[in-house]
């Protein structure tokens, strides 16, 4: 076995590893807990997309309004004349929103490197794919992992100046103590000068936001529900899709909209030799997608040590891709 083969082996048995540790300590909290990251494998990267495409799913038109029709101003806002920088995306996916971005810089002769992070290797192989079609002239280099693991890669790799984003109102799938700790950690692996562009899903009519999360189609169910799918199928789990149901939450107040899996009967689910019993009713904590007003946004940029150079909203002012300096 070459080395490269070995890494790889050790990556993924080091990430099959956590994922196991995280779901038999998530099933053993009360109330019990799966992360969201761990939705996205092969089906759950399809099914998001389905997501995204949904017209109640305003955040992708939001951010898209920014990228595609304010591409000017972002540019100006995170590059200047002949200063070169790694352009570094966390949970890049495939990288609609930003490629409108990449090809702009690209046009206009910037020098970067594009260095796309993501958990999913699958999606980063369709994101590499297109944009050597698309942008044959673009520098690129995925990034595979954890995204602080990545980052470190990332910044280890060149010294110079580094343009973090961070979009898709992803900073919201936080609690907003591990949000000031996310974006501290950030910064604490930036230099002077770096800058970090973070979008913010805003605080609109609480109608709007909970229909994005309870379609009627039922898309955004079967994207949790796909997490069990997976656990079964990775964790030797015997998980019963049928026996749970999609819930969902809108608070105005706090701004947190949550998602729950219910269990529809009191059953017993194995993964592995571990045995974890539901009582009927009991849920499980799927995914926080946290809203934000302006002032919960000055509020995290000072709290994680960021100064907010700029921010650019969409049309409809539902939605913030706000840039921070270090």
Known sequence: MNMQLKQDCYLKNDRANTFYSDVLKGLAAYPKKLSSKYFYDKTGDQLFQQIMAMPEYYLTNCELDIFQNKT?????????????FDLIELGAGDAMKSSYLLKKLVDKGTDFTYMP?????????VLQE??????????????QGEYFDMLDKATAISKRKKVVLFLGGNIGNMEIEEAVHFCSEVKRK?????????GFDLKKNPNTILAAYNDP????????????????RELNADFDEKQFQHYQTYDPVSGACRSFLVSLC?????VDNHLFHFKENELIDMEVSQKFSEQDIKKLAGDSGFHILTEIKDAKNWFVDSIWMV
């Not at 189609?217 to 079964?232: D, E, H, P, Y």
């Open 72 to 84: 000017e101003e972002l540019t100006k806002a995170i590059s200047n004349i002949n200063e070169s």
């Open 117 to 125: 992070i993501d958990i999913s290797g699958n999606i980063l192989s």
């Open 130 to 143: 297109n944009l050597n079609k698309k942008l044959p002239e673009l520098k690129i280099l995925p990034l």
């Open 190 to 198: 930036l230099n002077s000068g770096d800058l970090f562009l973070v």
């Open 217 to 232: 189609a039922g898309i955004t169910a079967s994207f949790n529900l796909n997490l069990l799918t997976r656990i079964n």
């Open 266 to 270: 009191d059953q017993e689910v194995r």
